[in-house]
């Protein structure tokens, strides 16, 4: 389980790492620890179609999303701290986007204290396929199946800013929100009828087969996705 240095899960860490300009270690001891609950979440988990009626839409059949690696990073704007979160871990994790399931119960992990003012999350995608289903009907009816397949090793920075109190009385609550839907929003039928299909008649949008319309899926990925996390603030001094 890993996301590194920008469409709602907990992980054990085995490794804490912190760089700044001036190569500032966390590994001390007096350091106060806040704790993390990171959840990865699909937004078409438990989605109603409410797509049906429009005149042209892209209709899921399945998809998943194996990561190999996830790193967290937080900055006050003078110090950087990472932790990479699947260090340590031979599994791959992995989300149905259309249950929102996935491969496993991650755990919480530990970052340092403070006010910190941007996170940012990086996802690595995994060596298994991560790979989208679906069929984009027209508004006349015309049904394109498609398969989308995002590369191996593939980088997704997610990232928000904003006045973030990390305190280690409470945890952290943290989500990913990824969208599906955003990812396939710019398809039309102008578009499909000039890429190339497999021998089942399937559009397979891949690194290796109409790779310059996966460039366009995978920024949509990236800025469709959304790390949210829950602000605290500390409690007044009596």
């Known amino acids: 389980m890993k996301v590194r240095n920008l469409f709602m899960i907990?992980?054990?860490v085995l490794g804490l790492a912190a760089c700044s300009e001036d190569e500032t270690s966390i590994d001390d001891p007096i350091q106060e620890q806040a704790i993390v609950d990171l959840d990865i979440k699909s937004s078409l988990a438990?989605?109603?179609?409410?797509?049906?009626?429009?005149?042209?839409?892209?209709?899921?059949?399945s998809g998943s999303i194996t990561i190999q690696d996830l790193i967290f990073r937080i900055s006050n704007g003078d110090d950087t701290y990472e932790v990479d979160v699947l260090q340590g871990t031979d599994d791959l994790f992995s989300i149905d986007l259309l249950t929102g399931v996935s491969s496993d119960v991650l755990d919480h992990f530990s970052i340092p204290t403070g006010e910190f003012?941007?996170?940012?999350?990086?996802?690595?995608m995994g060596e298994e396929e991560s790979v989208v289903?679906?069929?984009?009907?027209?508004?006349?009816?015309?049904?394109?199946?498609?398969?989308?397949?995002?590369?191996?090793?593939?980088?997704?920075?997610?990232n928000t800013t904003g006045d973030f109190i990390f305190l280690e009385s409470r945890p952290v609550e943290a989500e990913i929100v990824l969208n599906p839907r955003s990812?396939?929003?710019?398809?039309?039928?102008g578009i499909l009828d000039r890429l190339d299909k497999n021998e089942d008649g399937?559009?397979?949008i891949s690194d290796t087969m109409n790779s310059d319309?996966?460039?366009?899926?995978?920024?949509?990925?990236?800025?469709?996705?959304?790390?949210?996390?829950?602000r605290e603030a500390p409690k007044p001094s009596v």
């Open 183 to 189: 990812w396939v929003s710019r398809l039309t039928s």
């Open 10 to 12: 907990t992980f054990v």
């Open 133 to 158: 289903t679906g069929v984009f009907i027209d508004a006349s009816g015309e049904e394109y199946p498609i398969e989308v397949i995002l590369p191996e090793g593939e980088p997704v920075v997610l």
């Open 46 to 61: 438990g989605e109603v179609n409410q797509q049906a009626s429009q005149r042209s839409r892209f209709d899921f059949r």
């Open 213 to 230: 319309l996966l460039h366009l899926i995978l920024e949509h990925l990236q800025q469709s996705s959304e790390v949210e996390v829950k």
């Open 117 to 124: 003012e941007q996170i940012e999350v990086e996802l690595i």
């Open 202 to 204: 399937v559009i397979v």
